[in-house]
């Protein structure tokens, strides 16, 4: 007897429908082909075992597992359930009205329970869009494919109880996931705030301004200034999360199994902290089995850089392709995958060796070459897409008794938000442009003109703080959003003096100084 049911396979962030066939034929003996791994292949035990301890009945006959497409590879342990309902339904032991309109997915245990997977989420969506009726998931997986709409998603804690739900003997009521609830009882809602940080106003406010514009950051500070702590309390200023970006960045984190202890839907930006000794393939993502990496993981969110010049020379250059484009395409000789990297980079670094060059009372240790060369550890094309560059000064203890509230990161979102809107507006029509640090030149000569006054002061600093003709751009960009956070039309002279103030590492005197 022949049957055939539906699954998925994760390829890169989306998923793609794999048909599970089974023929069932004089002989003896279990055959899976269609390309699987391992574990694939492995699931043969945990079905034979599964069926025995949930009172169900492995045929004695010839049985031939055809997974197609049969040219992808199938990989991982998803494919238990419905290789074990299809042999179920051949066997007659399930019946095969309406199995055809469902997606199943899942890990058998050998007694039968079903474990969760990876990637529920992209299988729902890919079920939705080939038109099936649902979906049979792990309970564990149910809420984050019941975010999609128009989906009846199923979960099961069993095989036995996935068998009685098909055959019509036990009613499961579908999965409802309330995503406007989930947005309103965990958007925005932090357990650190800008309110804690005493001091810092200086920068706070390039903070404020690097998460109104989306501009990539570098604090460069001493030890113990609160550069960590500063960066920490980003997410709590950044704009929400739409419902679209909510659904891209759960897909990620669902393939990769990063969700954790968050059910359905994620509804706050991601905060990736990599540790320095991180390799590349952990960063970028990819390996034998493909898994999206750090700068992914960070999509729509941030990717913060602690201590960067501690980071390998190779990784920190491969960061330099998905900064510009936005994605990052993991190429190998039998695939290639592209994974979404919309992040936005915040780093921390010392000034130098020992960390205290320009501390305004310890002294600094170093050699002006030890300074040069901590400093060029970072490269110009990497630093060229940076923004921003603050220095970070030591607290004075004045500042950290003072008792006087500081402001709120709710009150510096809402200015962030106000900004983001007016760029909205600014780029609709504009395929992949969405903030102000997305712009090209020819866009600075439509969205950000200059008038005399401007053009005059920073010709001046380009000529008298010996800025680098890369920075002309970057500041620019900068000015265009504090004059959005200000709500001004036009860029003026005050905008650009204080962009041009954001561009400490450009000055060529930058670690000069006296043997």
Same mark, same amino acid.
């Given at each position: 007897?022949?049957?055939?049911?539906?699954?998925?396979?994760?390829?890169?962030?989306?998923?793609?429908?794999?048909?599970?066939?089974?023929?069932?034929?004089?002989?003896?003996?279990?055959?899976?082909?269609? %390309?699987?791994?391992?574990?694939?292949?492995?699931?043969?035990?945990?079905?034979?075992?599964?069926?025995?301890? +949930?009172?169900?009945?492995?045929?004695?006959?010839?049985?031939?597992?055809?997974?197609?497409?049969?040219?992808?590879?199938?990989?991982?342990?998803?494919?238990?359930?419905?290789?074990?309902?299809?042999?179920?339904?051949?066997?007659?032991?399930?019946?095969?009205?309406?199995?055809?309109?469902?997606?199943?997915?899942?890990?058998?245990? %050998?007694?039968?329970?079903?474990?969760?997977?990876?990637?529920? %989420?992209?299988?729902?969506?890919?079920?939705?869009?080939?038109?099936?009726?649902?979906?049979?998931?792990?309970?564990?997986?149910? *809420?984050?494919?019941?975010?999609?709409?128009?989906?009846?998603?199923?979960?099961?804690?069993?095989?036995?109880?996935?068998? *009685?739900?098909?055959?019509?003997?036990?009613?499961?009521?579908?999965?409802?996931?309330?995503?406007?609830?989930?947005?309103?009882?965990?958007?925005?809602?932090?357990?650190?705030?800008?309110? *804690?940080?005493?001091?810092?106003?200086?920068?706070?406010?390039?903070?404020?301004?690097?998460?109104?514009?989306?501009?990539?950051?570098?604090?460069?500070?001493?030890?113990? +200034?609160?550069? &960590?702590?500063?960066?920490?309390?980003?997410? &709590?200023?950044?704009?929400?999360?739409?419902?679209?970006?909510?659904?891209?960045?759960?897909?990620?984190?669902?393939?990769?199994?990063?969700?954790?202890?968050?059910?359905?839907?994620?509804?706050?930006?991601?905060?990736?902290?990599?540790?320095?000794?991180?390799?590349?393939?952990?960063?970028?993502?990819?390996?034998?089995?493909?898994?999206?990496?750090?700068?992914?993981?960070?999509?729509?969110?941030?990717?913060?850089?602690?201590?960067?010049?501690?980071?390998?020379?190779?990784?920190?250059?491969?960061?330099?392709?998905?900064?510009?484009?936005?994605?990052?395409?993991?190429?190998?000789?039998?695939?290639?995958?592209?994974?979404?990297?919309?992040?936005? %980079?915040?780093?921390?670094?010392?000034?130098?060796?020992?960390?205290?060059?320009?501390?305004?009372?310890?002294?600094?240790?170093?050699?002006?070459?030890?300074?040069?060369?901590?400093?060029?550890?970072?490269?110009?094309?990497?630093?060229?897409?940076?923004?921003?560059?603050?220095?970070?000064?030591?607290?004075?203890?004045?500042?950290?008794?003072?008792?006087?509230?500081?402001?709120?990161?709710?009150?510096?979102?809402?200015?962030?938000?106000?900004?983001?809107?007016?760029?909205?507006?600014?780029?609709?029509?504009?395929?992949?442009?969405? &903030?102000?640090?997305?712009?090209?030149?020819?866009?600075?000569?439509?969205?950000?003109?200059?008038?005399?006054?401007?053009?005059?002061?920073?010709?001046?600093?380009?000529?008298?703080?010996?800025?680098?003709?890369?920075?002309?751009?970057?500041?620019?960009?900068?000015?265009?959003?504090?004059?959005?956070?200000?709500?001004?039309?036009?860029?003026?002279?005050?905008?650009?003096?204080?962009?041009?103030?954001?561009?400490?590492?450009?000055?060529?005197?930058?670690?000069?100084?006296?043997?």
């Amino acid at each position: 007897m022949f049957t055939r049911v539906y699954s998925s396979a994760v390829v890169g962030i989306n998923a793609l429908t794999v048909e599970v066939e089974v023929n069932v034929s004089p002989g003896i003996g279990m055959y899976l082909v269609g %390309l699987p791994d391992s574990a694939v292949k492995e699931s043969q035990e945990r079905v034979r075992s599964a069926f025995e301890n +949930s009172g169900l009945r492995m045929i004695g006959k010839k049985i031939v597992v055809n997974l197609a497409p049969a040219d992808l590879k199938k990989e991982g342990s998803s494919l238990d359930l419905p290789i074990a309902v299809a042999i179920l339904t051949a066997s007659e032991q399930v019946r095969s009205e309406g199995i055809g309109s469902w997606v199943m997915a899942g890990e058998l245990s %050998l007694d039968g329970t079903v474990k969760p997977i990876k990637g529920a %989420l992209p299988m729902a969506l890919e079920a939705l869009a080939r038109n099936f009726r649902g979906v049979i998931l792990p309970n564990e997986n149910a *809420d984050e494919a019941a975010v999609v709409e128009g989906l009846e998603v199923i979960g099961v804690g069993t095989l036995r109880e996935a068998v *009685d739900f098909l055959n019509g003997l036990l009613p499961i009521e579908p999965r409802k996931v309330a995503t406007h609830t989930l947005f309103e009882e965990r958007a925005n809602r932090y357990a650190e705030d800008f309110a *804690d940080v005493k001091g810092q106003e200086y920068v706070k406010r390039a903070l404020e301004v690097a998460a109104a514009g989306g501009h990539n950051i570098v604090m460069i500070g001493a030890p113990g +200034s609160g550069k &960590t702590m500063l960066a920490r309390r980003m997410p &709590t200023i950044m704009p929400p999360l739409s419902l679209e970006e909510a659904l891209e960045t759960t897909k990620i984190h669902s393939v990769a199994g990063k969700l954790g202890s968050e059910k359905g839907l994620l509804t706050k930006r991601p905060f990736r902290a990599p540790h320095h000794l991180a390799s590349a393939v952990a960063m970028v993502g990819g390996g034998s089995n493909p898994q999206p990496g750090e700068i992914s993981l960070a999509h729509n969110g941030i990717l913060f850089l602690d201590e960067l010049p501690e980071f390998g020379r190779s990784i920190l250059e491969v960061m330099r392709q998905p900064l510009e484009d936005k994605v990052v395409t993991v190429a190998r000789a039998k695939y290639s995958v592209a994974y979404p990297a919309n992040f936005m %980079l915040v780093a921390s670094m010392n000034p130098c060796p020992c960390g205290y060059y320009n501390h305004p009372t310890k002294e600094c240790c170093c050699t002006r070459h030890a300074v040069e060369r901590y400093i060029n550890k970072i490269s110009g094309p990497l630093m060229d897409r940076i923004d921003i560059q603050i220095e970070v000064t030591p607290v004075e203890y004045s500042q950290m008794n003072d008792t006087t509230p500081a402001e709120p990161s709710s009150a510096v979102r809402e200015r962030v938000v106000a900004a983001r809107e007016v760029q909205r507006r600014r780029f609709e029509g504009i395929e992949g442009v969405f &903030t102000n640090a997305m712009m090209n030149s020819a866009m600075l000569q439509e969205f950000c003109p200059l008038d005399a006054q401007c053009t005059a002061l920073l010709t001046r600093a380009m000529e008298r703080l010996s800025l680098s003709a890369r920075a002309h751009n970057r500041i620019v960009k900068v000015a265009r959003t504090i004059a959005d956070l200000e709500g001004s039309e036009q860029i003026t002279s005050a905008h650009i003096a204080e962009a041009i103030g954001y561009r400490n590492l450009d000055r060529e005197n930058w670690g000069n100084r006296e043997e």
